[in-house]
């Protein structure tokens, strides 16, 4: 027998058995939509999340602009009319359900900022009332919550594993037209200087987000909440390919101690930091631009304690690496008090691994303030000499924020050292209140909160 021609031929059987068995399956029907033919398409993932992603309205009083006559008290008794007249206003953002089984909602603070009462709408239509569990101005995140019956949410997921280049899509409100969604990609992280709060490390999207979208869902192509979106950049408050979201890992941690303790309780490490540049690199040893400088290490503080010292230039929090000093504030502002942070640094050219411990903020204990008009609920008092502030800051100290107050919701809490208004350095409640009443139509006010500076806008 020829062997090797029936071995040839079993090789070519087997070649064409494997070539038929490669083809695809002719179906026994006509394909009825895009996925059975083929076609890319993202239906079933927003089928799956935009029931857990809502509208929210929210209605809010503002003072009526200023009016000679409104000053007037004969005017305003003979007119019935309250001594700070006001006028009611109705507004819309979005809010992402992250907890079905209790009804946490996550938003934006400043969609609910002011708010009066606030409605959340689902995707089914339904009207809830919502209840405002805390808000936090810093990182501008606030919690709602709603009646936890036949709810759906979205699973949280590792904004930490997000990379540039990644898919996502944002789903909102915008303009109050409906639940709209947009696609696009990962375009930045640690996205910092947008004047937005204190705690800045925003994901940057070129999905479309528009007015209305505030506090909507930043989603990955596993159906995770990766960001609430929270901010955009245009001309006139639109899309321009711009957008940017707090990421998940931020919010989640945010909600955590609102849920807890009804706001943030933020610890103090004892630094002053600030960015490398590459000048201060190379002088540093330390051969990337990645990193915090510690520009300051506070007398008796928790850093102080550990052994860091000016000039380390800090590349990682528990083991997370740091990009800059806006990502390191932002972190630490996140670190309950009293749990220990493990800092690698790097200390000319070498590399050091140290431990501290978080503490609470300072209390100065300045004693009851001087009231102030234009922040109704906010005391605040000179840095005089005996505190522990004087000589190395130059400002005022909010001694209290009366519960319900206009001047918490706007932000400010008890212990925060204003040193400024609009940009201009103030150090006497005089010069506060001189740059108070200037200031017509809104003003900025900034302060330090522990390690970090803060902006307050008021409009």
Same mark, same amino acid.
């Given at each position: 027998?020829?062997?090797?021609?029936?071995?040839?031929?079993?090789?070519?059987?087997?070649?064409?058995?494997?070539?038929?068995?490669?083809?695809?399956?002719?179906?026994?029907?006509?394909?009825?939509?895009?996925?059975?033919?083929?076609?890319?398409?993202?239906?079933?993932?927003?089928?799956?999340?935009?029931?857990?992603?809502?509208?929210?309205?929210?209605?809010?009083?503002?003072?009526?602009?200023?009016?000679?006559?409104?000053?007037?008290?004969?005017?305003?008794?003979?007119?019935?009319?309250?001594?700070?007249?006001?006028?009611?206003?109705?507004?819309?953002?979005?809010?992402?359900?992250?907890?079905?089984?209790?009804?946490?909602?996550?938003?934006?603070?400043?969609?609910?900022?002011?708010?009066?009462?606030?409605?959340?709408?689902?995707?089914?239509?339904?009207?809830?009332?919502?209840?405002?569990?805390?808000?936090?101005?810093?990182?501008?995140?606030?919690?709602?919550?709603?009646?936890?019956?036949?709810?759906?949410?979205?699973?949280?997921?590792?904004?930490?594993?997000?990379?540039?280049?990644?898919?996502?899509?944002?789903?909102?409100?915008?303009?109050?037209?409906?639940?709209? !969604?947009?696609?696009?990609?990962?375009?930045?992280?640690?996205?910092?200087?947008?004047?937005?709060?204190?705690?800045?490390?925003?994901?940057?999207?070129?999905?479309?987000?528009?007015?209305?979208?505030?506090?909507?869902?930043?989603?990955?192509?596993?159906?995770?909440?990766?960001?609430?979106?929270?901010?955009?950049?245009?001309?006139?408050?639109?899309?321009?390919?711009?957008?940017?979201?707090?990421?998940?890992?931020?919010?989640?941690?945010?909600?955590?101690?609102?849920?807890?303790?009804?706001?943030?309780?933020?610890?103090?490490?004892?630094?002053?930091?600030?960015?490398?540049?590459?000048?201060?690199?190379?002088?540093?040893?330390?051969?990337?631009?990645?990193?915090?400088?510690?520009?300051? !290490?506070?007398?008796?503080?928790?850093?102080?304690?550990?052994?860091?010292?000016?000039?380390?230039?800090?590349?990682?929090?528990?083991?997370?690496?740091?990009?800059?000093?806006?990502?390191?504030?932002?972190?630490?502002?996140?670190?309950?008090?009293?749990?220990?942070?493990?800092?690698? !640094?790097?200390?000319?050219?070498?590399?050091?691994?140290?431990?501290?411990?978080?503490?609470?903020?300072?209390?100065?204990?300045?004693?009851?303030?001087?009231?102030?008009?234009?922040?109704?609920?906010?005391?605040?008092?000179?840095?005089?000499?005996?505190?522990?502030?004087?000589?190395?800051?130059?400002?005022?100290?909010?001694?209290?924020?009366?519960?319900?107050?206009?001047?918490?919701?706007?932000?400010?809490?008890?212990?925060? !050292?204003?040193?400024?208004?609009?940009?201009?350095?103030?150090?006497?409640?005089?010069?506060?209140?001189?740059?108070?009443?200037?200031?017509?139509?809104?003003?900025?006010?900034?302060?330090?909160?522990?390690?970090?500076?803060?902006?307050?806008?008021?409009?």
């Amino acid at each position: 027998m020829n062997y090797r021609l029936i071995e040839a031929v079993c090789r070519v059987v087997c070649t064409l058995l494997a070539l038929f068995a490669a083809l695809p399956a002719t179906p026994a029907s006509p394909p009825t939509d895009s996925a059975r033919q083929g076609l890319p398409t993202l239906a079933p993932l927003v089928n799956e999340v935009t029931p857990a992603v809502v509208n929210i309205s929210v209605i809010t009083r503002s003072p009526l602009e200023d009016n000679a006559l409104f000053r007037d008290p004969f005017f305003r008794r003979f007119f019935n009319l309250p001594d700070r007249p006001e006028r009611r206003e109705q507004a819309s953002g979005s809010g992402v359900i992250v907890d079905a089984a209790r009804g946490y909602v996550l938003t934006n603070h400043h969609v609910i900022k002011d708010a009066e009462q606030a409605i959340v709408t689902l995707k089914d239509r339904r009207q809830l009332q919502a209840k405002l569990i805390g808000a936090d101005p810093g990182t501008d995140i606030a919690v709602l919550q709603i009646d936890p019956k036949n709810l759906t949410a979205l699973k949280v997921g590792d904004s930490d594993a997000m990379q540039v280049g990644d898919y996502v899509i944002a789903i909102g409100n915008p303009f109050g037209i409906g639940q709209t !969604v947009t696609s696009g990609i990962v375009s930045a992280l640690g996205r910092s200087g947008l004047s937005v709060e204190g705690y800045e490390d925003f994901i940057q999207t070129d999905a479309s987000i528009n007015p209305g979208n505030s506090g909507g869902a930043l989603v990955n192509l596993r159906g995770e909440l990766i960001g609430i979106n929270s901010a955009i950049i245009g001309p006139a408050g639109g899309n321009v390919g711009i957008g940017f979201a707090v990421p998940s890992n931020m919010a989640r941690a945010v909600m955590n101690q609102i849920v807890r303790y009804g706001e943030v309780r933020r610890g103090r490490l004892g630094i002053e930091m600030d960015d490398l540049t590459p000048e201060l690199a190379k002088k540093l040893g330390a051969g990337s631009l990645e990193g915090a400088v510690v520009a300051a !290490v506070q007398p008796d503080s928790p850093a102080h304690k550990a052994g860091l010292r000016e000039r380390d230039v800090v590349v990682a929090l528990n083991g997370r690496p740091i990009r800059n000093a806006a990502e390191l504030r932002a972190r630490l502002g996140l670190t309950p008090i009293g749990e220990q942070v493990e800092l690698r !640094v790097n200390r000319g050219g070498e590399a050091r691994m140290l431990r501290a411990q978080i503490a609470a903020p300072q209390e100065y204990a300045p004693g009851k303030g001087q009231a102030i008009p234009q922040l109704a609920g906010l005391q605040a008092v000179e840095i005089e000499r005996g505190s522990p502030l004087y000589q190395h800051i130059q400002g005022l100290i909010v001694s209290a924020v009366e519960n319900n107050s206009r001047a918490l919701h706007y932000g400010f809490r008890a212990g925060d !050292v204003i040193y400024a208004i609009n940009n201009k350095r103030i150090r006497t409640l005089a010069e506060f209140q001189t740059g108070l009443r200037a200031a017509e139509r809104g003003y900025t006010v900034s302060l330090l909160r522990g390690d970090v500076s803060v902006t307050i806008t008021i409009r």
